[in-house]
């Protein structure tokens, strides 16, 4: 499996011959867009200005279980996080017996559904960069409820962000980890087995 990241919660997954692409955005982030062809998109966040319509693939979004190209995937609700104008969603992800936990645009935490399902993932893809989404010391107390091999970083500051946040070295100092920085993660089922505790991973643009 090989993860790359574009910025924001923006993950390319490339599993088993398929592609998986997680909350893609506009050029109005300041960022460059994912672009080739993917076979799933899978949307933390429902009312995001992208049109699904200009997605290829089977589109991902809301609660419920799904299966597409062999890939399992579970959607929890996070109600307390959402409006009548938007929700938002986490989800469980396995393909190449890895299991992949997107926390998508959390701000507070998981719902108690949410935090069940995901207490056996092995990557967990987590916000890093503070406000608006949620706080490092939350966030790192809720990683250590769950307990995953990988902690993925998304959401914080790199070049060209329009918006405003922080990087990812308050959440490290939380962790009290030096992460690994890498231009992309591949990873195999073997090597999480294999491996002791909770490493954060920082994937570059």
Known sequence: MIINWYGEGCFKIQTGGITILTDPFEASTGLTPARGKNEIVIRTLTGWPMKDEDMEGTIIRGAGEYEAQKVLISGFPLQAESTDTFFKTAYKVTAEDITIGLCGHLSEGLSQEAAEKLNDVDILVMPA??????????????????????????????????????????????????PEVLDKLTVRKKDLTEQKGTKLVVVTV
């Open 129 to 178: 960069g503070g406000k608006p989404f949620i706080a490092p010391e939350t966030a790192t107390k809720l990683i250590k409820q769950l307990s995953p091999k990988i902690v993925l970083a998304s959401f914080f500051k790199t070049p060209g962000l329009k918006r405003s946040s922080a990087d990812w070295k308050a959440l490290a100092d939380e962790m009290d980890q030096k």
